[in-house]
């Protein structure tokens, strides 16, 4: 690597620390006197506090990623353009988009970061956080929980686990019941290939009852029957904050397993937001970069309109793209569409005026 690029994407890195803590800070005072009291009321004590807003750190981050990457660059070009370094390095004969190579490349670094930040450490920590939020501070109990499409749940005498096609109707598919005895040994299992809930029982389809008798398992077949099962389906709580705590991989899993073209299109719609939210950074900072030296070659000023400038550009990227979730999550637009439009607008828009500014 060059030294200027090493000058330049130095100057980025600390520039994306600087806005990365100040921020954070921000988020963190107002989150904490908006949950502060409710700690309070519950007698939890301030080890579990500092342990839920540690663990929100790479929440916030998440959050913040778009706008941290677009101000980390447009406020190092800014800091170029106002110490004249940019006007002695074009005058050197170097072209804008060698200038702002080092950018773009840390823009990059910075997206890869917080893709794998929400791949491995995010679903970790917010399941951490959710733990202390909803259930050991609010007292919201789930009752049960998923894994790639699958759900799992405990009931008073067993062990339910199902695939829920149609999350809005009371049909289940690989459905399975068992109950066990001391110590820890299958005592009888029941498994359908559907299960309907009607007329507050449980209607099995194409299934097979295994009853464990002295030295062996007894396994009868059936069509259709009709079970007495303890639990109906309101047992299955899984709350909605379960499926931040999926990994995009997990969730792709779970797309994939979709039977119903709604549930399907609002399955995809949760992958492609997992993955296009951190991408969203780049195409505004390409964006924001030719924004930074329009403003100074009208106004002739830089940073302080700038920056500005940067933050409208970014609320508006924001209502867009949740906007266009929106759509594909009622299932009016294509979940890809959705995920790609703003970046693809941004970073053609971005590589226009880019070109046109380095004539």
């Keep these: 690597m060059s030294l200027l690029n090493r000058y330049i994407l130095g100057q980025y890195l600390r520039t994306l620390l600087l806005a990365a803590s100040g921020f954070t800070t921000v988020y963190l005072l107002i989150d904490f006197f908006e949950k502060i009291d409710l700690f309070m009321e519950k007698g939890k004590e301030m080890g579990l506090v500092f342990k839920f807003f540690v663990l929100n750190l790479p929440f ?32 050197g004969g170097l072209p804008l988009a060698r200038i702002t190579r080092p950018i773009i490349m840390g823009g990059l670094i910075t997206t890869l970061f917080f893709l794998a930040l929400g791949q491995w450490l995010l679903p970790i920590t917010l399941t951490a956080t959710n733990n202390i939020w909803f259930e050991q501070v609010k007292g919201s109990i789930p009752k049960g929980t998923v894994r790639n499409g699958r759900y799992y749940s405990k009931g008073a005498e067993g062990f339910y686990s199902f695939v829920r096609p149609y999350p809005r109707q009371f049909q289940f598919t690989d459905f399975s019941y068992s109950t066990w005895s001391e110590p820890y040994q299958l005592k009888e299992l029941v498994s359908a290939r559907e299960a309907l809930w009607q007329d507050d029982h449980w209607i099995l389809k194409g299934g097979q009852i295994q009853t464990r008798t002295e030295n062996s398992y007894q396994t009868t077949l059936f069509t259709e029957q009709r079970f007495d099962l303890p639990e109906g389906p309101d047992h299955f709580f899984i709350p909605k904050y379960k499926a931040s705590e999926q990994s ?37 900072l390409l964006l924001g970069l030719p924004v930074l030296l329009t403003t100074f070659s009208k106004w002739g000023r830089d940073l302080s309109v700038a920056i500005p400038a940067s933050c409208l550009l970014a609320f508006f990227a924001w209502g867009a793209w949740g906007g266009l979730q929106t759509l594909a999550q009622a299932a009016y637009l294509s979940p890809v569409v959705a995920a790609l439009a703003i970046h693809l607008l941004f970073s053609g828009s971005g590589l226009f005026l880019l070109r046109r500014a380095d004539r």
Excluded: C, D
């Design 248 to 284: 995009p991989t997990q969730l792709f899993h779970e797309a994939r397993n979709q039977q119903s073209p709604v549930e399907a299109a609002r399955a995809w719609t949760n992958f492609y937001s997992r993955l296009s939210y951190p991408l969203l950074g780049l195409p505004m």
């Design 60 to 91: 916030i981050l998440n959050q913040l990623s778009p706008i941290l990457i677009l101000l980390a660059g447009v406020i190092t070009l800014g800091l170029l353009n106002h110490s004249h370094e940019l006007n002695a390095l074009k005058a």
